[in-house]
């Protein structure tokens, strides 16, 4: 069962269409994560379903009542702002039950839920505390407390660890998906980190221009784009789209021309699927190379097109070195030039 659904949804302000028909389930006790760059339009989405702004057109539906046009708190949801939007003058235990002692929860009652809250999270010795003098991750797990106080199943969070430093990201999401999983919390979570995305989520809606790119796993996105957009943009380092020049196709002969029944199209491969050649391969020459620890990251040009590659451990090539560059046809992705639309494999075959 689904617990939220959003069905022909459209979001305009005057004359400019911010968001064009979205369309997407999140089922219960699932993590669903709206990735994309800035502008896309996730976040708009994001406040649609909490009752910040109100769809132009279309309907939502929480727990299978019609939420479209209802204010948050008849919502039955909370929702985790990226500032944390903590209250500076009270403390954390008066932070955490905050919105419990606005719907006039009786005392005990509020009392038991931030015992459970503060056990779980780690705040228990921090109660006391005010927000000026917990670190980020601390005022996170507040910010995250007095969501779990409310007792919903809904949560939306919005690019809630954005003002942490990596590691403490890395950390904080695990901790996010951990206690999502344990409470069995429905919840939908916006990000432009594509890794953050990729580690955390049951299912990925990738939006760009305001509707929706792509939607699936992310191991589905990441090993089946659709576009050439879901293809640059999941993966790290990103997948190399090139366009199929001279060199390109004098290498790789299975590839198709473009006739009339096949379009011009783009070549993708991502840079773990390409290998140094010893003899045949397409020419190139190192522009840069980054040490990664565990990888090296290579940057070639080839003609007008920059290609990325990555090797294990570190390399001895530097900038200037000439190279050949083998591209394995079992991992290359085919989108149409115009529309970056992904071209499915019976409209092409590889013979080598």
């Known amino acids: 069962m689904s617990s939220i659904i959003l069905k022909d949804v459209c979001k305009s302000w005057d004359s400019t269409q911010v968001l064009k028909n979205i369309n997407f389930e999140c089922e219960n006790g ?14 708009t989405t994001l406040r649609l379903i909490a009752g910040l702004e109100t769809p132009t057109s279309g309907s939502i539906r929480i727990e299978n009542r019609d939420v479209s046009n209802l204010p948050p708190v008849k919502r039955n949801i909370s929702m ?12 954390v235990a008066e932070n955490i039950i905050f919105g419990l002692k606005a719907r006039k929860i009786p005392k005990k009652e509020q009392k038991k839920r931030l015992q459970n809250a503060a056990e779980l999270l780690g705040l228990s010795d921090l109660l006391q505390r005010r927000p000026s003098q917990l670190s980020g991750g601390q005022r996170q797990r507040v910010a995250l407390g007095r969501s779990i106080v409310a007792q919903v199943s809904v949560c939306l969070m919005d690019e809630p660890l954005s003002n942490l430093d990596a590691k403490l990201r890395q950390e904080m999401r695990q901790e996010i998906r951990s206690l999502q999983q344990r409470l069995k919390m429905t919840m939908i979570y ?56 001279p060199q390109i196709m004098a290498a790789f002969p299975f590839l198709p021309l473009a006739t009339d029944s096949m379009t011009p199209y783009l ?8 290998e140094i050649a010893k003899i045949s391969g397409i020419e190139s020459v190192v522009l840069a190379t980054e040490y990664l620890g565990a990888d090296s990251l290579i940057v070639c040009r080839s003609g007008e097109q920059t290609i990325t590659l990555t090797v294990k451990g570190k390399t001895n090539l530097t900038a200037g070195d000439l190279l050949r560059l083998n591209l394995k046809p079992e991992h290359m992705h085919l989108f149409d030039r115009d529309s970056g639309i992904r071209l499915e494999n019976s409209k092409w075959e590889t013979t080598s």
């Open 267 to 274: 070549l993708g491969i991502r840079p773990e699927n390409i």
């Open 190 to 245: 916006v990000t432009h980190d594509q890794v953050e995305a990729m580690t955390i989520a049951d299912k990925i809606i990738l939006m760009k221009d305001g509707v929706i790119e792509q939607h699936g796993t992310p191991e589905g996105l990441y090993n089946k784009p659709a576009t050439a957009f879901t293809g640059n943009f999941i993966g790290n380092p990103p997948m190399n789209i090139l366009t199929p020049d």
């Open 30 to 43: 699932k993590l669903l994560v709206l990735l994309g760059p800035s502008g896309c339009g996730k976040s």
């Open 80 to 91: 985790v702002f990226q500032n944390y939007a903590l209250f500076p003058h009270l403390t």
